[in-house]
Each structure stands twice: as C-alpha cells, then as structure tokens.
C-alpha cells in the first residue's frame, strides 16, 4: 500500500485562534505535579530503553505511562520551614522483566533502572526537593502480556491510537509558553533563587486585552519577611511586563500569586518549590500535551505520552509526528495560517500506515486550496516515510512530550 492511500487533506472555514474573540491557554511548568509525574514516567521509558538497547541491541517492550505523585505536607514559613511528609511517587505498567539472550534467561533489573531514572529525573527538575528526604518512590511495574510483546518485537503498532498536533502557536500561546520559560530558565534562577519551578501560567484573551494569571511558589529559606516577599513579586512582575509587552500586539497584563491575603499572612509559601509538596497531588497525562500547553480552543489528543514505548506505541509517536508535520506544514507552505494533523493507528498494523493520516489547513485569504494541497500531502507522506526518526527524537530528548 502506497503512503499516499490513506493521506487527506481539507480546507477549514472560520477564523483562526488567534482572530476569534476569546482564547483560553494553560501552561503547567515543569515543577507541577503533573508535570512532575509525567517526567518520572518518562524517565522510566528512557531509562529502560538504554538498558534494553545496551543489553539486547533493540528496545524491548514496555509502557510505564501510569503515574501518581501523592502530595506530601511541609511546614514552610519566612527564613525556612520543613517537610513533615514525603511526597510519594508510584509509577505503574509493564515492562520486559526478563529475555531469553545468548543462550539463556536474563533478567532485568527493571525497579533498580526505575528508581534510579525517577531519583535523576527529579534531582534535576526540582533544585530545592532532597529526593533521599522528601520523597518515597514505589513502583508497580509487571511483565507484559505475550501478544504485546510479540507487537513490539516485529515493530508494528501496539495500541489503536489518536495523534494530533497543530501549528503554529498563537501569540497567546507563545506568550503563555515563554512565562513559564522565562521564570524557569537558570538566569532568572540566578537572579531570583526565590522562585520555585512550580510555574502555572494561565491566560485569557479578549479581543485584544490579555489577562495572564501567575501562580508562582516561592522557596522559603530565601524569603526572610513579607516585604521582601512583596518586593519579588512585584519586581517579578515588572520584568514579566517588561519583557513580554514589548514583544506583543496585545495588551498585557499580569498578576502573580493573585490567592495571597497579605493581610491575613496567606502567602504562596513553600520549602521546596512545589506545591507537590504539601498542596497538590499529580496524574500522568493531565497536564500539558505534545505542545506544552492545555488549550482547549484546539483539536488535540487527550492520549498520554510520557511512559509510553516510543518505538511502536502509536498514542506516543503518532501525537509527536502529527505535532513535527503541522510545525513542517506551517513553516514551508506559504499561504497557510493554521493547519492540524490527525493520525489514527490500528493496532497489529504498520505505524507508517495509519488508518488516515488528515491535515486540515486554514488559508490565508486569496490562497486556493488546490495550490497547496500536493505540497501539504508530500509533507504528510515524507514524515510518515521516515516515522521512525520520532524514536530517535524522543530519544535523545529533541522534542517536547509535555
């Protein structure tokens, strides 16, 4: 069957995002427990897929995409509280435990490769969070079942499975994604160790008004009293404005920690600059999709990714290969203002041969359909031509899951 068999293409009506009147978009930064989760999950994923390649030179089946964090409970207060109750961490799924290489059985080491790919995962993550002191991680993780594995061993899909990606971001989107950016990147780190990595970013626009909600915890042992709390907060603020109002058509405004009660010593307080920590518990897959967003003015799959095979799960490679086509797709065909990929699997079937593969653009005003549709329709076919590149992607951590 030829690739071009089961590729469509079509032309939306209607405004784009970016032109309609209201637009909601959600970031849930790398320190949310959310986001923490779905990183531990994934790193279990990488984890076995170098121990599994160094070992038997293939990836062996396994999806570890089952996660949650239960919040612990901290004491934090100005100049440095404590942490009372771990964070517990509890990754669930199936992995290969054992394979019969060289002549015998081999057993794999499955939980030691996981506690040591969560206990990485979070001491790069979370700056402030001991993970020997603050959490407890347990794992779950059984055989699979044969007819997976048999899947996974002649590399062809194990699920029935949406993918869907769209391009390219609105500038709420790329405004919501750079805050949360911003505040976590090392420099600000540096000018403000205040700053914890759990980052919620949520923005409404209205017509041409952009209203941008921060929940920002802040890392007690570096915040000594409530005005120099005030201060950051509002300095925080002023760089925010600064930076991302001169970058923007819209009108911004921003608001930081809108739940604190100055007034009532109600502050976003924390030991170690998580919420996980005391005020949040955290599900795989709940939080950002393949675009590091939450936007629900979108099309876009609910399927988790973080945990997942990335060698034939289709609800992991499929949502990362709609998101690289449409990025390709928006970038190299002029005329084009928004476009999506839709790709559907059915399991037992080659992943370079979904059931369809569906682009739907949005054209520029002027732009005939028929000018572009063989360009969009070769793209679709080459990324689906080459599917096994998103492996190596994921792999090598070139592309975002969350």
């Known amino acids: 069957m030829s690739v071009g068999q089961f590729v469509h ?8 995002v970016s032109e309609q009147e ?8 790398v320190g949310h427990p959310d986001t923490l989760i779905d990183g531990a999950c994934e790193s279990v994923s990488l984890g076995l897929c170098d121990y ?18 239960v919040g612990g409970e901290s004491q934090p207060k100005f100049g440095g509280g404590v942490v009372i109750r771990p964070i517990y961490i509890l990754v669930a799924g199936r992995a290969v435990r054992e394979y019969r290489w060289g002549g015998g059985m081999q057993m794999i080491p499955v939980d030691e490769i996981a506690g040591e790919a969560v206990r990485g995962f979070i001491r790069g993550t979370v700056r402030n969070l001991d993970v020997d002191r603050h959490v407890l991680i347990d794992f779950k993780i059984r055989n699979p079942s044969s007819d997976l594995s048999f899947l996974s061993e002649k590399g062809i899909a194990n699920d029935t499975s949406i993918g869907v990606g769209f391009a390219p971001l609105s500038e709420t989107e790329r405004i ?7 505040l976590n990147s090392a420099g600000t780190k540096k000018s403000f160790p205040e700053i914890g990595e759990d980052i919620k970013v949520m923005s409404l626009r209205k017509k041409r008004e952009l209203d941008v909600t921060v929940a920002m915890a802040m890392v007690d042992r570096y ?5 120099h709390y005030i201060s950051v907060i509002e300095d925080v603020r002023e760089r925010l404005l600064d930076r991302f109002s001169a970058e923007s058509s819209l009108n911004v405004s921003i608001r930081i920690n809108s739940g604190d009660d100055y007034e009532n010593g109600s502050f976003y307080l924390t030991v170690t600059g998580t919420s ?7 599900n795989t897959g709940r939080g950002n999709r393949v675009t590091g967003l939450i936007t629900p003015m979108r099309m876009y799959s609910m399927e988790a ?3 997942k095979n990335p060698t034939i799960h289709t609800g992991k490679v499929y949502n990362v290969l709609a998101q690289v086509t449409a990025e390709k797709v928006a970038r190299e065909v002029k005329g084009v203002r928004e476009v999506y990929v839709r790709l559907l699997s059915r399991i037992g079937g080659s992943i370079s041969e979904p059931t369809i593969a569906s682009v739907a653009v949005r054209l520029e005003e002027g732009v005939l359909f028929g000018n572009v549709k063989a360009e969009v329709e070769s793209i679709m076919e080459s990324e689906l031509s080459d599917v096994r590149n998103i492996t190596s992607l994921i792999r090598r951590r070139g592309v975002r899951l969350f």
Not at 22 to 29: Q, W
Not at 223 to 227: A, E, I, K, Q, W
Not at 276 to 282: F, L, P, T
């Open 9 to 16: 293409t079509e032309e939306l009506s209607g405004k784009p």
């Open 22 to 29: 209201v637009e909601i978009v959600e970031r849930k930064g």
């Open 52 to 69: 599994y390649e160094e070992r038997f030179g293939r990836i062996l089946h396994h999806n570890v995409d089952k996660g949650l964090l």
């Open 176 to 182: 919501t994604l750079g805050i949360e950016s911003y």
């Open 223 to 227: 915040v000594p009293d409530r005005g």
């Open 276 to 282: 996980a920590e005391s005020g949040d518990d955290g």
């Open 305 to 307: 990714t973080a945990g």
